[in-house]
């Protein structure tokens, strides 16, 4: 035993020194450790104190360099023998209680020291020498080296109940399971129903009774999620899972993330504590088997190879054993010994018409416990057995493990509606496939879940019903489909081969017309006169197809003609006020100073605002005070007020700040207006009537153009009125900022998101016209 009184402060013992006192007064260096009077001593006190009789034969050992004593409650002393039969081995001592006198380890401290006012103990550290942690390792036997690697192993949650990963990437993965990356590996999960003691079989399966992963008396569940921890013995990631038939919200989704944890898995047993062997445990296993392969099968391929992983996901399932543990019935199998378990078992699954076919092996271990504790010895055994089989499934970097698991999980995730849950069997198909419905005919998508993050479209085996509603009818071209080539088509206003003002042209005098890419225009819906016929019944097959949440529709109205025609309109407009801007601005700036008063400064005069000094541009507004006429902006210059000594009144009109506020001034009798300015005056009244009135009309026009632009709009365009924002960059619109129509989604756009231009022929676009930003990255045609 070794302390150090003036390191207590530092936590860490230097040089060992006598722990009596007696003789020494505690200065002395320590020589002998004595067993039983549990104490350090040197050469003087142990002398002294062992001169009685009774004390002569007390087992004292001398002291090497680096010595450390052991646990004091761990060995036995007094009488105390419970952690040490507990643990099996005499713990080496991690800290001295200076008050207690006692030498303890680090169980034995959290167990004594860890409340009340022992806490406050102070502790001597104590620092083994590598050549004593060596000496004890060497006489330890093979089971206590093998409980020494487990004493660290700690669970950590890997995932949650609502299905999310708890790690955040590989590397994290690696470091909660304290092993090297490179070490190669296996993974164990136990399943069963709650309160069966998933959670102690492992603890005693695996790590020699020590509670690494949680285990309660109360009602409530204490496994929640997916638990993990590495056992460095037999190199294997052990899983713990939650309890079936408990208690518990969002059921479907954990019962979906108990697939998940099994098709990662290499070994899985199965715990049950009843009885008889129920027939839960044959429809779990058999319901398991069909969604692993149905489902599992084909993405852990997609995985490897979507990885680039090196070694094989292999897509026969793991090995399962079912661990059986009774107390008033006999094992399976025993009232006839020539009858192997594992075929009664084989046999109880065909009866219930449930077919492991997914598992590589599935073997029956049981045991009956007369009295507590159970026995374990014979699982650990099993599992040690399957675990040494590498024939079907190989050992694997944690990499790997972690790599596989978010793959499935990034795949199968998300909520399960209500209405798709099943009870009829334990992993139905709506746990693992599509939730989109078709909203003609309401049947459901075969693809499995998360399909359109890999571009991957909705499927259906059924055929669909024709809808009004949704007009879900495909044309094809006749003629190619008889030359056994499917190629879809659509009415549209003009033909690709025409100008935009020739197709206007010709779609006012022959209608519309359906277009070919093989064929080229092989219907016009007014080509003569009269007997026109329906193009379903000449040139082209109809189709109906399933209309998915999300998707547009199929044979929306593709007439543009009227809105071409206000396109063209805008453009000839846009053009004329751009090329005529300049030319304006200076001819009524020139008109304007020709008409002001003589006391005003001329516009080309005024470069910035006379109070806030903004520098005016092309196309601010310049605004004159009617008191001082001086130039400002319309923020300087938003008050008004009469103005009768410089002739405008008795109607309030525009001033600047500075002369609202000095409304009292009057002005001299020369700078009164005179004649001539009068006139002016009178010129500019004149011109300021004329300009609101211009402004008042094109307001006015303003109205009917929306009603033209709404009246124009293509069928699958989204109405002016339903867009408030952009909907790409969620800009709010206003007067300032125009809204936009991408002519292949139809959705509203600012300037900025659509400035693309790219033909779009499935709407009847075949020249370049507006895109958004979305649609123009799509391959191919639009």
Known sequence: MSAHTQTAEKGQNTTLLCQESYVCSGTDEAIFECDECRSLQCQRCEEELHQPERLRNHERTRIRPGHVPYCDSCKGANGNIMHASMTGSRQIAAVRCQVCKINLCVECQKRTHAGGNRRKHPVTVYRAGKAQEQEEEEGMDEETKRRKMTEKVVSFLLVDETEEIQVRNEEDFIKKLD???????????????????????????????????????????????VWAAYDPVRKVVVIDTEGLL????????????????????????????????????????????????KHFTKELKATTARCGLDVPLSTLGPGVIIFHETVYTKLLGSDHPSE??????QDRF????????????????????????????????????????????SPRQPGVIYKALKALSDRFSGEIPDDQMAHSSFFPDEYFTCSSVCLSCGCGCKKSMNHAKEG????????????????????????CYERGMEVSVVPKTSASTDSPWLGLAKYAWS?????????????RSRQYWFGNQDPVNTVVRTEIEHVWPGTDGFLKDNNNAAQRLLDGMNFMAQSVSELSLGPTKA??????????????????????????????????TKHHCRACGEGFCDGCSSKTRPVPERGWGPAPVRVCDNCYENRGIQLDVAELPSEEEGGTLIARKVGEAVQNTLGAV????????????????????????????????????????SKHHCRACGQGFCDECSHDRRAVPSRGWDHPVRVCFNCNKKPGDL
């Open 511 to 523: 209608g519309y017309v359906i277009e070919c890419p093989n064929c080229g225009v092989v219907y």
């Open 587 to 620: 001819v009524t700036s020139w008109l304007t100073d020709q008409i002001a008063p003589a006391y005003w400064r001329p516009n080309s005069q005024i470069l910035s605002c006379n109070k806030c000094n903004t520098p005016f541009k092309d196309n601010d």
């Open 456 to 479: 991957v479209p909705h499927e259906s085996k059924s055929r669909c019903r024709y809808s009004h509603q949704y007009d879900n009818r495909v044309y094809t071209c006749k003629a």
């Open 340 to 345: 192997v378990p594992e075929k009664l078992i």
């Open 246 to 293: 408990g208690a518990t919200v969002n059921l479907s989704q954990r019962t979906r993330l108990l697939l998940k944890v099994l098709a990662i898995s290499d070994l899985v047993i199965y715990r049950t504590r009843a009885d008889r062997l129920h027939n839960d445990l044959f429809k779990f296993l058999g319901d398991a088997s069909e969604a692993y392969l």
């Open 698 to 737: 094109v307001t006015a026009m303003d109205i009917p153009l929306g009603l033209v632009k709404d009246a124009a709009r293509p069928a699958y365009w989204v109405p002016d009125h339903e867009i408030l924002h952009c909907h790409n960059c969620r800009k709010e619109f206003s007067i300032k900022l």
């Open 179 to 225: 092993c090297s990356p490179d070490q190669h590996l296996k993974v164990v999960s136990i399943f069963g129903n709650t309160g069966d003691g998933k959670s102690h079989t492992l603890n005693h399966t695996f790590f020699y009774g020590r509670e690494v992963f949680k285990t309660s008396p109360a009602q409530e569940s204490c496994t929640v999620g």
């Open 350 to 393: 065909r009866k219930l018409s449930c077919f492991p076919e997914a598992f590589s092996s599935i073997h029956y271990k049981g045991t009956r416990t007369y009295n507590p504790p159970t026995d374990f010895s014979g699982l650990r055994r099993a599992v040690e057995q399957q675990l040494e089989n590498n024939t079907t499934r």
